[in-house]
């Protein structure tokens, strides 16, 4: 066909007029079709058509391998390469191979360090438009996808997606080991991590590793200080915008999540979730070293430092370094001495608001954890478990010298002072050390006795 229209600007030329006409809009920036959803205009009446399926939710175009379905058929087109591995694109660079060539490009600025679209709102840079358009609707606030079920909205088409899957009920990827169930098998593949311990995303900076991608993302910001999210009742900040609405349940007190079992309430969803374990005995992370299973995926990893040694969590004051970033907190407390939380019975004060729950049991006897062998009830789950080791006769923490077995870390701890020939216990009177401090307060009574004799 001939090409008799030309365009005046770039003299690229096109068939018929109507291509030209369409043509032209890229060099004026006209966009006459808006969108009377959300406002957004654009220069073609096919680009508004896609557009406007992001509001309805309408995905025409279903991938005839997985029923996997799409806004258009390029992404459909992209998204097959998937099943067939086909990567037609590849980066000259690297010698890197891709199956669509928007992420050819978006991988070159991996090399260039190019970050070509900015936020309006704080002059943050990415490296793609999609990321600039998500991070924009954590200042904007909007939500432009809308569930025509319960009515729920959301930022991310992702999140939404994945919602109207819990309507429809339908579940394709199941985990092998927990059994738990994912309506994409990207999801399936970042849950796997949690039973594998897999941590492909390491930080530059520190060398820590993440399973999610995202999760690094939100790591470094506890490099760079970075928190862009702040409570306008108390003003504290957060790295993490779904970190907000959960702390402002602190000043209003809601916990929407109540336990169908023994009522007791919730302020977050994923805490239900693990709360309802401890009625169900459910222990779905195994230690794949002693085969010991856990509730929680974090017992898991930090139980798994008791077989590593591995201690990430360092004291900037005295240089102590711990396994779990809580006990660290706890640590820092020591140093501070700061005490923000009081007993309003007796007025004794406490570094942190768990210890002043479990002391509050001191004064009302609550014992809200018994044994299921005796029925011994505790005011402390730690207390609980270790009373537990007397029925199981488990001895978890084993000496690396002499390969002597104990049923608490203290207790290996206080051993291993025999062989290190440590003694920090020091009678304040002759000077004379001990390594245990029953043998400094038996030391001590000979004083005592001496002094009255």
Not at 58 to 81: A, M, Q, Y
Not at 258 to 264: A, F, G, L, V
Not at 420 to 439: M, N, Q, R, T, W
Request: charged content about 25%.
């Amino acid at each position: 066909m001939e090409k008799t229209h030309h365009c005046e600007v770039c003299g690229k030329r096109f068939p018929k007029r109507f291509q030209l006409s369409r043509h032209i809009r890229t060099h004026t920036g006209e966009k006459p079709y808006k969108c009377d959803f959300c406002d957004k205009s654009f220069a073609h009446n096919s680009t508004l058509s896609t557009h406007k399926r992001t509001h309805t939710g309408e995905r025409p175009f279903t991938c005839d391998v997985c029923g996997r379905k799409f806004i258009d058929n390029w992404n459909l087109v992209s998204h097959k390469r998937t099943h067939t591995g086909e990567k037609p694109y590849r980066c000259e660079v690297c010698g890197k191979m891709f199956s669509q060539n928007g992420i050819l490009a978006s991988h070159k600025r991996t090399h260039t360090g190019d970050k070509p679209y900015h936020c309006d709102f704080c002059n943050r840079k990415f490296s793609e438009r999609g990321n600039l358009a998500r991070h924009k609707l954590l200042h904007t606030g909007e939500k432009p996808y809308n569930c025509d079920i319960c009515g729920e909205s959301f930022c991310h088409y992702n999140s939404f997606s994945t919602h109207k899957q819990t309507h429809a009920g339908k579940k394709l990827f199941q985990c092998e080991i927990c059994g738990k169930e994912f309506p994409h098998n990207s999801q399936l593949s970042s849950h796997n991590r949690i039973h594998t311990g897999e941590k492909p995303y390491s930080c530059e900076i520190c060398g820590k590793a993440f399973g999610k991608k995202i999760n690094l993302y939100y790591h470094k910001r506890t490099h760079t200080g970075e928190k862009p999210y702040s409570c306008d009742v108390c003003g504290k900040k957060f790295t993490q915008r779904c970190y907000l609405p959960v702390h402002k349940r602190i000043h209003t007190g809601e916990k929407p999540y109540p336990c169908e079992i023994c009522d007791k309430k919730f302020s977050l969803k994923s805490q239900l979730n693990t709360h309802r374990r401890i009625h169900t005995g459910e222990k779905p992370f195994p230690c794949e070293i002693c085969g010991k299973s856990f509730a929680q995926s974090a017992t898991l990893t930090n139980h798994r430092r008791i077989h590593t040694g591995e201690k990430l969590y360092h004291c900037e004051t005295c240089g102590k370094a711990f396994t779990q970033r809580s006990i660290l907190f706890n640590h820092k407390q020591i140093h501070a001495k700061e005490k923000p939380f009081h007993c309003e019975i007796c007025g004794k004060k406490f570094t942190q608001n768990g210890y002043l729950t479990i002391h509050k049991r001191s004064h009302t006897g609550e014992r809200p954890y018994p044994c299921e062998f005796c029925g011994k009830t505790f005011a402390q789950g730690s207390t609980l478990r270790n009373h537990r080791l007397l029925h199981t006769g488990e001895k978890m923490h084993v000496c690396t010298i002499c390969g002597k077995k104990f049923t608490q870390r203290s207790s290996l701890s206080t051993h291993s002072h025999l062989h290190a020939e440590i003694k920090p216990h020091c009678c304040d009177i002759c000077g004379k050390s001990f390594c245990l401090a029953v043998y400094l307060s038996r030391h001590k009574r000979r004083h005592k006795k001496h002094n009255l004799t």
